[in-house]
């Protein structure tokens, strides 16, 4: 009976192939005794053509494709709802996911390429106190192959091909890590997009100990670190997770990260006015990155409705841009995209009801 059920259960799991690695294909075919070239040739419909039915591969023997569906189904994320701002440069998308979440995927389209901004999780356990995204908290972590379906789900609307791919929707990625990097090495992978890990960035609010996990990756994706205040006692007031890691061990981390892999950490800076956005705080920041490889990312703070933060002035933003680049610190402006569709940074949010 007990044999039974585990047979039934693996049946069970194995029946929706979607984001199996190509390795995990071969494996699994291999039980058909299908010879290898089948895997790839499935996977290459399954990732780079959009099948969602085996009906649709139709080099494949008729035969075939009677016993695959027979034996599985090809599940990714599907739309329920899609948004363009008015400038119609950025598009959310919001899928739905089997168990009935769902997770909100952002394409920008920027002049020097298409951007997509993915989440990792389905919700967010961070608590970060500008932040949208943690208000409900964390309902759950998404599978690689939930992640993947983001990715695949934008390149199949478009005509061009997706040149970035930034880890800053909703969730907190390194708390989701074995998932994370199953779905950076198949999005590299040839059968999917292929994309370049240059191309690919991480944000992290600073979950150090898996900070220093990726670096021994040897993946070459660029980091981004949300640090949002120059010392711990506003940093704590910010971002409870700074109680776990406290700010000089993040910016550690970072400096190491940087030496490790030669890629420029960058660090979120959100500029809220009056909490820490002083030329006092510019100086402190510019003391704590002294001497590290890395880019400051200033972004003035989107304001939440159910948050009480205001954006700062656009000459205050300029200030503290430049005085950070007169202490030798290269700051820049995030420019804004898609504030009309709520899908702007750490708006990422279901308006359920
Ligand atoms: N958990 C990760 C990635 C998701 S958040 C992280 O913390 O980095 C992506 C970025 O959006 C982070 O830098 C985050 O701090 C920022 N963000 C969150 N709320 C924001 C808001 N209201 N305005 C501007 N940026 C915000």
């Known amino acids: 009976m007990v044999a039974v ?3 039934e259960a693996v049946a069970v799991a194995a029946s929706n192939i979607f984001g199996l690695s190509l390795e995990e294909l071969t494996a699994e075919f291999s039980l058909l005794k299908l010879p290898k070239f089948r895997a790839k040739q499935i996977a290459a419909w399954i990732y780079q053509r959009g099948a969602t039915s085996f009906e649709q591969m139709t080099d494949l023997p008729k035969s075939l494709r009677d016993q695959l569906i027979e034996l ?10 899609q948004l363009d701002s008015t400038d119609s440069l950025t598009t959310k998308f919001l899928l739905g996911l089997s168990d009935g979440a769902a997770v909100e995927t952002v394409l920008m389209r ?3 390429g298409n951007s997509v901004c993915i989440s990792t999780q389905v919700g967010c356990a961070m608590g970060c106190k500008f932040c949208a995204s943690t208000i409900l908290g964390l309902e759950r972590n998404l599978s690689a192959a939930e992640i993947l379906s983001e990715v ?3 390149n199949s609307t478009l005509e061009e091909r997706i040149d970035n791919i930034v880890i800053m929707g909703i969730g907190e990625p390194l708390m989701n890590y074995d998932n994370l990097i199953k779905f950076l090495k198949m999005i590299h992978a040839e059968y999917t997009i292929g994309l370049s890990y240059r191309k690919i960035t991480v944000s992290t609010c600073g979950i150090v100990p898996n900070i220093y996990k990726l670096s021994e990756e040897d993946l070459p994706i660029t980091l981004s670190i949300s640090l949002h205040a120059p010392n711990n006692e506003l940093r704590s007031r910010l971002m409870p997770i700074n109680e776990n ?27 809220i006015a009056e909490v820490n956005d002083t030329k006092e705080h510019a100086l402190q920041l510019s003391r704590l990155l002294s001497g590290q490889l890395c880019n400051v990312n200033l972004i003035p703070i989107n304001p939440v409705a159910e948050r009480n933060f205001k954006r700062p002035s656009k000459e205050s933003v300029n200030n503290f841009a430049d005085y950070l680049n007169n202490r030798g610190i290269t700051a820049t402006v995030r420019k804004e995209m898609g504030a009309n569709i709520n899908a702007a940074c750490g708006q990422l949010r279901l308006r359920k009801k």
């Open 245 to 271: 890691f406290h700010i000089d061990e993040v910016v550690k981390a970072g400096r190491d990260y940087g030496e490790k892999t030669g890629r420029r950490v960058t660090y979120e800076y959100i500029l």
């Open 110 to 112: 920027h002049d020097y």
């Open 5 to 7: 059920m585990a047979a």
């Open 72 to 81: 599985y189904e090809i599940r990714p994320a599907k739309l329920i709802t």
């Open 152 to 154: 695949l789900f934008v």
